[in-house]
């Protein structure tokens, strides 16, 4: 069992950066890929980033791909998405997921979510 614990949202202007955190819970932090989803009102849920278990390897959406980071800390059990030149179409509920493989990545536990409001 993995928990999960984003943090970091908030309300910012078009062209500002953001730092979502999302931390775990759990001695198989380390065993995890871990990725980055996003829903927007009246939209379906897609995918923005993820990352591998040794975080050697990452993937991104193209519509985030050059300016947003994934990264994870395995000491904090901790995992990262720096987003950059944010846009109002970037608006959404972001969700951090725990998942088994970062191929096709899918989330077996998820977070509560992190409100990310752009503003133009």
């Known amino acids: 069992q993995v928990q999960l614990v984003e943090s970091g949202g908030g309300l910012v202007q078009a062209g500002g950066s953001l730092r979502l955190s999302c931390a775990a819970s759990?001695?198989?932090?380390?065993?995890?890929?871990m990725g980055w989803f996003r829903q927007a009102p009246g939209k379906e849920r897609e995918f923005v980033a993820a990352?591998?278990?040794?975080?050697?390897?990452?993937l991104y959406a193209d519509s985030v791909k050059g300016r947003s980071t994934i990264s994870r800390d395995s000491a904090k059990s901790t995992v990262y998405l720096q987003m950059n030149s944010l846009k109002p179409e970037d608006t959404a509920v972001y969700y951090c997921?725990?998942?088994?493989?970062?191929?096709?990545?899918?989330?077996?536990?998820w977070g509560q979510g992190t409100q990310v409001t752009v503003s133009s």
């Open positions: 990352i591998s278990w040794s975080g050697d390897r990452t």
């Open positions: 759990g001695r198989t932090f380390n065993t995890y890929a």
């Open positions: 997921a725990a998942g088994p493989r970062l191929a096709r990545f899918q989330g077996d536990y």
